[in-house]
């Protein structure tokens, strides 16, 4: 396990160094081409079986999936906000309040078999929704009133309209937790970001950014080293990383008994983030632009600190152009939708 957390982190650090030596603190115009090239969109997931993905989206929206029959999966999970919450930590079914806010959900297909929610306890979005929706402690349920799964169950058993919907996606299969969280998690993969600014303008309208966004975008990918664990089109690596936020919760240190996985959480991604404050897993930083501070002074120093966590000096200037580049990954008001 060790040896494993020692190679991660010496990794890393050829991967800061590596990324220090080849990208120049504002790039020029065939620079700028090449980066665009690692945003470029990919075509949305395939969906294999589309009457799975209806009859999930309906589950998604759907009370009676909660112990008290008042919560759905859609009650942490907004479209409008990049099917996230704004605010801060979450509360269960029963109204507790957790230490953690939902994590958002769009673009979550594309992430493979990466262990899912913030510290990965989860191996797939079907052990997620199980876990959610069976288990006293998680959202769907709740110490003060929890239910047998097969309450619920019963619930959509008895409702006509879903044993229909379950008899033309899971022909023969039984309706039971196992087939409602494989139909859930069937709809979460295809909740597509929408079309943002950003898209626009790496696929070559180059009106559609402000300056102090591009400048942002430089700034992202070079001198602030944003990119490290933002990558990609959808702005993650869906890894873990200490950024230096806590001093309470292990996150996957709770998971994976690494030196280097203590108070390390998933990489959140940043499609349609400026929709959705507060921010960090806890919901402790109000603004982007706070956020943008506590990168520059570096996290708080310890072991399990990520080694691409260095402190920054970035003027005001420097700060307003991140936060205009990832305002620019949000799809304008009123066009998200509610999954395929």
Not at 80 to 104: I, M
């Amino acid at each position: 396990m060790r040896s494993s957390g020692v190679f991660r982190a010496l990794f890393q650090s050829f991967a800061i160094i590596l990324l220090t030596n080849t990208t120049a603190p504002a790039q020029t115009g065939s620079d700028l081409t090449a980066l665009k090239n690692n945003y470029r969109r990919p075509p949305p997931q395939p969906v294999p079986n589309p009457a799975l993905a209806e009859l999930g989206r309906d589950l998604f929206f759907s009370t009676q999936m909660s112990a008290s029959g008042k919560t759905a999966c859609a009650s942490c999970h907004f479209p409008e906000l990049g099917w996230g919450v704004t605010g801060g930590p979450s509360r269960t079914d029963a109204g507790k309040l957790t230490s953690r806010k939902s994590q958002a959900l769009i673009g979550i297909g594309h992430a493979g078999d990466s262990p899912v929610g913030w510290d990965g306890r989860n191996a797939s979005l079907e052990a997620q929704a199980k876990s959610s929706i069976a288990s006293g402690s998680m959202s769907m349920q709740g110490t003060e009133t929890p239910v047998k799964v097969e309450v619920i169950e019963d619930r959509i058993r008895s409702n006509a309209a879903y044993v229909a919907k379950f008899n033309e996606a899971l022909p023969g299969a039984p309706i039971n937790i196992d087939s409602m969280v494989k139909a859930i998690a069937a709809f979460e993969r295809t909740i597509e970001p929408g079309i943002a600014p950003f898209d626009h303008w790496v696929q070559g309208d180059t009106q559609v950014l402000s300056d102090a966004a591009v400048r942002g975008f430089q700034l992202f990918t070079g001198k602030a080293n944003c990119a490290g664990c933002h990558s990609g089109w959808r702005f993650t690596d869906d890894q873990f990383h200490d950024i230096g936020t806590t001093t309470t919760d292990p996150g996957r240190g709770r998971v994976v008994k690494e030196v280097m996985a203590q108070f390390a959480f998933k990489t959140p991604t940043l499609r349609s983030v400026a929709l959705r404050p507060s921010y960090m897993h806890n919901a402790s930083m109000a603004t982007l632009h706070d956020v943008v501070k506590h990168y520059e002074k570096g996290g708080i120093d310890r072991p399990s600190r990520s080694p691409m966590m260095m402190p920054l000096d970035l003027s005001e200037q420097e700060r307003s152009d991140l936060v205009a580049f990832m305002e620019t990954l949000s799809e304008p008001a009123g066009n998200a939708k509610a999954g395929r």
